[in-house]
């Protein structure tokens, strides 16, 4: 894909199985990156020709400048944000306040606030930024309410994004993943991927999770020139699972755990 090579990409949330394979498909575009994330040991693991780390909480402004300036320090621009990074805190009916805008911080806050930080770097070279949305953006899931709140507030903040920062030349779209092979669905099942297609297969015409690096391709197409014209919207990498429906009355998740 065009417009790729020689860019700079921030992605907080680097350190995780689809954060990384983002790194790696941005690499081999050949896209150096700076990934941003809480996980130190993970993060360092990947630190290579082309990509650096900075440990970063999302939930702090002054990291969150400490990552911009590092980056620019590193790499001399900054091109593209590619927002992974997640908070699954979850308790649903019985989320405290606190649990609500911790969520919230870390899910929606934080991203904005990377992006304030980067933002004159990004209209300098007409950058892109991708946000994560989700399946769960779109449907009532029983028992979790603020992962899909939060979630589906990305996307509307997608939309904001793209109407206020058109005019700066950036672009802003959003990734919408189905059940993908993530670190929660390893944790969840103990590793087991062949049971993490079979409890998803109902929920998608594919028949099985996504591979992380079917979603990395989605990034990297939204932050090239074949999507020059291409903003404000969200692309629904998730086996057909939107288009399916509706969720199931009966909480789908557990059964990764049985």
């Known amino acids: 894909m065009r417009g790729l090579d020689g860019k700079v990409a921030i992605v907080p949330g680097g350190a995780t199985r689809i954060g990384a394979a983002i790194v790696k498909a941005f690499r081999d575009a050949g896209t150096r990156v700076m990934v941003a994330d809480i996980n130190a040991e993970a993060g360092r693991a990947l630190v290579g020709d082309g990509v650096a780390f900075r440990e970063t909480d999302l939930r702090d402004d002054n990291a969150i400048a400490a990552l911009v300036e590092a980056t620019k320090e590193q790499f001399g621009r900054i091109d593209f944000l590619v927002n992974v990074a997640c908070s699954y805190l979850d308790n649903g009916i019985e989320s405290t306040r606190a649990e609500w805008l ?7 806050v934080g991203s904005v606030m990377l ?3 980067a933002r004159a770097e990004l209209a300098r070279n007409r950058g892109a930024i991708v946000n994560f949305g989700s399946i769960s953006s779109r449907v009532a899931q029983t028992g979790r ?3 899909p709140v939060s979630k589906a507030a990305i996307l509307q903040l997608t ?5 206020d920062l058109a005019p700066e030349g950036i672009r ?3 990734v919408s993943p189905g059940w993908t092979w993530s670190n929660i669905m390893d944790e969840l099942t103990g590793g087991d991927r062949e049971k993490t297609d079979r409890v998803a297969a109902p929920f998608h015409l594919m028949g099985r999770v996504a591979d992380p690096e079917e979603v990395a391709a989605a990034v990297l197409f939204l932050c090239s020139d074949e999507a020059g014209f291409v903003t404000g919207t969200d692309i629904r990498v998730d086996g057909g699972y939107t288009a399916m429906g509706p969720e199931r009355a009966e909480p789908a998740i557990p059964l990764l755990m049985e």
């Open 102 to 108: 911790e969520s919230l911080d870390v899910n929606v």
């Open 172 to 174: 802003v779209n959003a």
């Open 145 to 147: 309410w603020l992962y």
């Open 159 to 163: 939309r904001n994004q793209a109407m």
């Open 115 to 117: 992006m304030q930080a």
